[in-house]
């Protein structure tokens, strides 16, 4: 399966700081569980990555609207 393919998944994702300070992605579905720890600056480019995805995404989304 690759980043463009659908899936019928479903998954909760919790993010939050753990008790050593580390940034913790937990995802969560049916049948699995997959903690995720990242120190502070990782945890930073991930959510740099994401916001770039998402402006990415809304353009995409824009450009079929016309």
């Known amino acids: 399966m690759g980043i463009n393919d659908e899936s019928d998944t479903t998954a909760n994702l919790q993010i ?12 969560e579905g049916d049948g699995f569980e997959v903690p995720l720890d990242f120190d502070p600056s990782e945890a930073e480019e991930i959510a740099e990555e994401i916001r770039a995805a998402a402006a990415r995404a809304r353009a ?7």
């Open 16 to 27: 939050g700081p753990t008790s050593l300070g580390m940034v913790r992605l937990f995802i």
């Open 60 to 66: 995409m989304s824009s450009k079929g609207k016309r």
